[in-house]
């Protein structure tokens, strides 16, 4: 199932896997303060009664991202962790990754 929102400034994409173990999240373009509303409720519905065992936001196509949408992107993982999923940000720019490495959001395979 592919389910998303858009934004002249980003868009969310997202997918179910085959087995429904994994959702993954899209990211692309710029996740500012006006992103998080739409950030922390994709993430928060792909965790809402889901079968999945697994979370992934790949942020490859992110371009900026800001500290209110690294906010929404640590909601997301205390969701995750309250819910017994797993919880993992891939695929960041060097731009993004020095915003979201100090956050603790890229550790492999966080639980």
Not at 57 to 68: R, Y
Not at 88 to 98: A, E
């Amino acid at each position: 199932m592919n389910v998303g929102v858009t934004d002249a400034s980003f868009s969310i994409d997202r997918e179910t896997g085959p087995n429904g173990a994994v959702i993954l999240l899209r990211l692309s373009g710029e996740f500012d303060r006006a992103a998080r509303p739409a950030l922390q409720r994709a993430v928060l519905a792909a965790l809402a009664g889901s079968r999945a065992t697994d979370l992934v936001v790949d942020v490859a196509g992110t371009t900026l991202i800001d500290q209110e949408s690294v906010d929404a992107l640590l909601v997301g993982y205390v969701a995750a962790l309250r819910h017994g999923h797993g919880y993992r940000v891939v695929n960041p720019r060097r731009r993004v990754r020095r915003i979201l490495e100090p956050a603790g959001l890229l550790s492999p395979g966080r639980r």
